[in-house]
Nanobody
Framework: QVQLAESGGGLVQAGGSLRLSCAVSGNFFRINTMGWYRQAPGKPRELVANIVSDVTTNYADSVKGRFTISRDNAKNTVNLQMNSLKPEDTAVYYC???????????????WGQGTQVTVSS
């Protein structure tokens, strides 16, 4: 069974930094996509950043220039360095991965439990 373990959330003052990490464990052939989504109260879940096919990176316009996503294939982890945090970044952040179980099957979407990020003003 594939699982995602998230860490790094917390409370930070505006202008500060946090680093989120997500490790994938279990049985799988490869990870096609890794990234982070977030959901603020009363708002739908949105993509923050991800890495597709280990090459292409995508960022929400609201975080460009402030957040950096990276992937460590040796450790099956994805990291999100968040700098210059704003109160608007406050949300539950969810790790996401599209995991291919075998070479012969399409990837499946797997989600972490979520970690709270709170930015105070």
């Amino acid at each position: 069974q594939v699982q995602l373990a998230e860490s790094g959330g917390g409370l930070v003052q505006a202008g500060g930094s946090l680093r989120l990490s997500c490790a994938v464990s279990g049985n799988f052939f490869r990870i096609n996509t890794m990234g982070w989504y977030r959901q603020a109260p009363g708002k739908p879940r949105e993509l923050v950043a991800n890495i597709v096919s280990d090459v292409t990176t995508n960022y929400a316009d609201s975080v460009k220039g402030r957040f950096t996503i990276s992937r460590d294939n040796a450790k099956n982890t994805v990291n999100l360095q968040m700098n210059s945090l704003k109160p608007e970044d406050t949300a539950v952040y969810y790790c996401h991965a599209n995991v291919q179980r075998t070479l012969w099957r399409a990837g499946d979407d797997v989600w972490g439990q979520g970690t709270q990020v709170t930015v105070s003003s």
